[in-house]
């Protein structure tokens, strides 16, 4: 099942905080962010397994909340650099290995 | 170090011709999947390999696809009569272990014509 992100697309100024949401019908073992830029590769940002813990770099970080199945990417003083399409990817299981992505968030920062 | 590397970068083929896709994963990964992106969507999971044995090959979308990773290391998807809806860029991604962060590779984008 795949999860749903919202939004679909938001614009924001530089310096502009952003939340992106990842949502699940099924249970989850862990959520993985990745960022992709057009034509390129998607990158890794960060991996949060159940527990409900939060992390976070820099000026992204991200919650995951086991019992509601979601999870957020909250961006802080957005750069230009951060404008991409943000995915998440869901493991069901621990062990399941593969990563079910969202359909994905794009994200334009403007100066 | 080097990140995942694939090749070909682009390949455009005619309906119904076979065509091999190959995945270099991150020096020590044992664990390499693949995925196929198409435009505007997510990545979809195709097929997990832990060491040379396929895990799991539940995404595979039928018996014309088909991937081997013989020694462990480099991986090769092998798509047989190519239709145009398998037209999409094909993903690989190395881990160092299941169920830690994947890297993915620049992908490879199939035309099929």
């Known amino acids: 099942q795949q999860p749903v992100q919202s939004p679909q697309a938001v614009i924001l100024r530089e310096g502009e905080d952003a939340v992106i949401n990842c949502s699940s019908s099924k249970a989850l073992y862990s959520v993985h962010w990745y960022r992709q830029k057009h034509g390129e590769a998607p990158i890794f940002l960060m991996i949060l397994l159940k527990g409900g813990e939060q992390k976070g770099h820099d000026k992204i970080s991200a919650s995951f909340n086991e019992k509601k199945q979601q999870s957020s990417l909250y961006l802080t003083a957005s750069q230009l650099s951060y404008s991409g399409t943000y995915f998440c990817g869901t493991e069901g299981v621990q062990g399941a290995q593969k990563l079910v992505f969202g359909q994905g968030t794009r994200l334009t920062i403007n100066p | 170090g080097a990140g995942v590397s694939q090749t070909p970068s682009n390949k455009v083929t005619e309906k119904g011709k076979y065509v091999e896709l190959r995945c270099d994963p991150i020096?020590?990964?044992?664990?390499l999947y693949w995925y196929r992106q198409s435009l505007g969507q997510g990545p979809e999971f195709l097929i997990y390999?832990?060491?040379?044995?396929?895990?799991?090959d539940s995404g595979l979308p039928n018996d014309r696809f088909f991937a081997v990773r013989p020694e462990g290391s480099v991986s090769t998807l092998k798509i047989q009569r190519t239709e145009r809806g398998d037209s999409a860029v094909y993903l690989c991604?190395?881990?160092?272990?299941?169920?830690?962060?994947?890297?993915f590779g620049p992908g490879t984008r199939l035309t099929v014509t």
């Open positions: 991604a190395s881990s160092r272990s299941p169920s830690y962060e994947q890297y």
């Open positions: 390999f832990q060491g040379t044995g396929a895990a799991d």
């Open positions: 020096s020590g990964h044992t664990a």
